[in-house]
């Protein structure tokens, strides 16, 4: 295949795709992404989006408090401040990614990181809670636009032999900016008011708009049109999700609970209804059918519950049963992200040369192994003790992260690159979802300092279960061909 030329925005990438779809199959499996320079800057745009929208939602929650005061809102209906974008994410992402297989993905990407940067703009503007919760909607409807679509951008930006280490740079930008989050927002509160936490993403926003204009890969389009029937059901099953988990983690009596899980069931069975028959389901049941796409969400809904049993129970953990303040506990913590984004990038190459059912499994088994070691610190342990474990743990997840991220797009058709992302994204979501009324739940049926022990301890029974789904694929039960059609 000739190696395009950088031109004029949008030229090469276009070019690429038609010369893609020019040929057969066997020739569509050497295609070499991007040419550089421009794939470097594709690469530059991707990182600049993930960045944002990933430190955007870490800061949300160190500033709830400031935000609550200068407001004067109670602080309990502060926390909408962060379900209102996470919301919109989760509803979102399924209609995006198909809408991007239709319309193109970079399309998707664009326009959600334009809105985003807008809604940051009308964040920073906010003067009542009502305006400010109206604008994270928007800006979690436009971050919902970059993760819907991001992984099928990464399958077009890298050669085949590299779509490894372009999945383990993601997970490492992901890990750095996550633990960077508290860090950034406290440097900005301590020269600005809160504000300015949103307003910074204007011209960060400006600049990857107009890198990616220009670098971004074309990717070819679907003929069907977009199913507004099963976008609508889908936004009502999530929706409903995450309202009976929030419910749920509060408390509240079966009156109010019974009647929301009876509504999702009845969408979700007028979902399936819709989809099973549909030759590209907005709901991705035709991927679902992949032993090797199906094992693979499975093992990432279990390997984020476990995570979220313990990043969310730990800050309880090392300020109350052990002392810490709450800046040492950031300190202590941050080992867990940082050796994740140590072993991501690690992990996403030698996804290119071993079986991905080999590495996950190990990373998972060793991330037990850190939780099972969280678990049983012991009372007065120093800095050192912690610090070894958090970093053990999030060795292990940055192990198993990529490879697992790696098949998930590979299990999929380059047609179906949209759906396979979208779903990537809501199976992250809907673990630390079931993860976060999880632990709720604990710290609600027994005293904190019990929960604190059991929550990590939990951790480790749905890492092991995660690892056992990973295993499978190992056998002939799940024995695809990854990369079929990349």
Known sequence: MPRAQPGRMGSTSRQLCDEMMSVPNAQAGRFQGLPQPQRFWAILAVGMALTMGVTDQSIANVVLPTIAADLGIDPANSIWIVNAYQVAILVSLLPLAALGEIIGYSRIYLGGLALFTVASLACALSTSFEMLIMAR?????GSSGVMAVNMAIVRFIYPKDQIGRGIGLNATI???SFAAGPTIASLILSVATWPWLFAVNIPLGLATLAVGAWALPASPRAGHSFDIVSAVLTVIIFGLWITVIDTIGHGASATYIVPEIIVMLSAGYLLFRQQISAVSPLFPVDLMRIPMFALSIGTSINSFIAQMLALVSLPFFLQGNLGY???QTGLLMTPWPLA?????????????????????????LVFAAGL?????????????????RMALAGAGFGLYQSPNNRTIIFSASRARSGAASGMQSVARMLGQSMGAVLTAFLFG????????????????????LAAFISAVRLTSLARAQPGRDF
């Open 372 to 388: 099972a070691t969280l678990a049983l610190t012991p009372a007065g342990a120093g800095p050192a003790d912690i610090a070894w």
């Open 445 to 464: 049926v027994m005293p904190q300092n019990q929960a604190t022990i059991v929550a990590p301890a939990l951790g480790i029974f749905f890492s092991v």
């Open 325 to 327: 303040t709450a800046v």
């Open 174 to 176: 992901i890990a750095v």
């Open 137 to 141: 909607v928007l800006q979690g409807l």
């Open 340 to 364: 994740t984004a140590l072993l991501a990038p690690i992990s996403g190459r030698l996804s290119d040369r071993y079986p991905v059912g080999l590495l996950a499994t190990a990373g998972l």
